[in-house]
């Protein structure tokens, strides 16, 4: 089977660099590469013609459109029998396209997701971060994983999709705030097969720093509501869980003030989800300093995600503004 690979790219030229190093020793040779560069101005087009003969690659620009209208270009220029997205501040395991193919050559299926992880020559914040977003005790608990609420529905950091799906579906309708979801959705809704490839995990950075993450964890959980407006069924309760985790952390801090036995009992329930956290992301990287980081982590993706969730629920869904 041929994949062909799309990756977006905007302003990203050494993240692209280490993406394409890690495509290079690929146990499973038969694919292409589309590089789209999405209206940079720091653009990659040296570093990409640089892999000119290890890969079979091609470098495209055009105006910025946000990443699902470029995935889009790419799947309009791909040879291949399966487009595979990538992130381009993912690092790709060297067996990655020998997963895939083998397990759809005994378990077809029309779209497929697989699971993200952290590399060890990541920094200790982007680990932490890492973890938080896979947490059990964060909602990053249902990412990647087929036990998740409802249908899976795989991300565009690893994610892949059928020609057959292609044909018939076309690409995203939305280019950025949960383009991604709303197409696995449209696809499972046509009746294609689609699901999790356990083993096709990927690398993922996130971000470097944790006001990044904020900003991007933020606008996540507004476009949580976004989707909304497209499948209002596809709000879940666990969706909610950030906004009250949000609402619990102000009311803990103001029980406090006052003091009495339900500040206590607040700060006890706070302190137990802390040490939980400490302790399992502590035995998961071995690290005291990266369990540390993870609570900030936590912490931080949950009232980034519960603040954007509120403001756009407030302003979309209750006020019936645009």
């Not at 105006?63 to 790419?74: D, L």
């Not at 501040?89 to 397990?103: A, G, M, Q, R, S």
Request: glycine share 8%.
């Amino acid at each position: 089977m041929l994949f062909s690979v799309i990756i977006p790219l905007y302003n990203r030229p050494q993240e692209i660099k280490e993406l394409l190093e890690t495509l290079t020793v690929q146990t499973w040779k038969l694919f292409e590469v589309l590089v789209i560069e999405d209206g940079s101005v720091n653009d990659a087009e040296e570093i990409v013609k640089s892999f000119d003969g290890k890969l079979d690659i091609r470098y495209f620009k055009k105006q910025n459109e946000g990443q699902g209208f470029t995935r889009n270009f790419g799947f309009e220029r791909a040879k291949g029998d399966y487009f595979v997205i990538f992130d381009s501040d993912c690092l790709i395991p060297e067996n990655y396209f020998e997963t895939v193919n083998n397990f759809l050559n005994n378990n077809w299926l029309d779209a497929y997701g697989g699971p993200d992880d952290s590399h060890p020559s990541f920094t200790d914040v982007q680990k932490a971060i890492s973890y938080s977003m896979t947490s059990p005790f964060t909602t990053g608990g249902i990412r990647g994983n087929k036990k998740g609420i409802g249908q899976f529905h795989p991300r565009s950091f690893n994610m892949g999709v059928s020609r057959k799906v292609w044909e018939k579906l076309g690409g995203f309708i939305i280019t950025r705030s949960a383009e991604d979801l709303e197409y696995s959705i449209r696809i499972h809704s046509a009746g294609f097969k689609i699901g999790l490839i356990p083993d096709a995990k990927v690398y993922h950075k996130r971000r470097t720093n944790f006001r990044l993450f904020f900003k991007q964890i933020h606008f996540f959980g507004r476009a949580r509501i976004n989707l909304y407006t497209f499948y209002p069924k596809e709000l879940k309760w666990v969706h909610f869980f950030p906004a009250v985790f949000t609402l619990g952390l102000i009311f803990t801090l103001l029980s406090n003030i006052f003091g009495g036995w339900l500040a206590e009992v607040c700060d006890s329930l706070l302190a137990i989800w802390i040490l939980l956290i400490f302790f399992h992301a502590w035995w998961k990287n071995q690290s005291v300093k990266v369990a540390f980081l993870s609570v900030i982590a936590a912490f931080t993706q949950l009232i980034a995600y519960g603040l954007g969730f509120m403001q756009d629920f407030w302003k979309r869904i209750v006020l019936k503004q645009s």
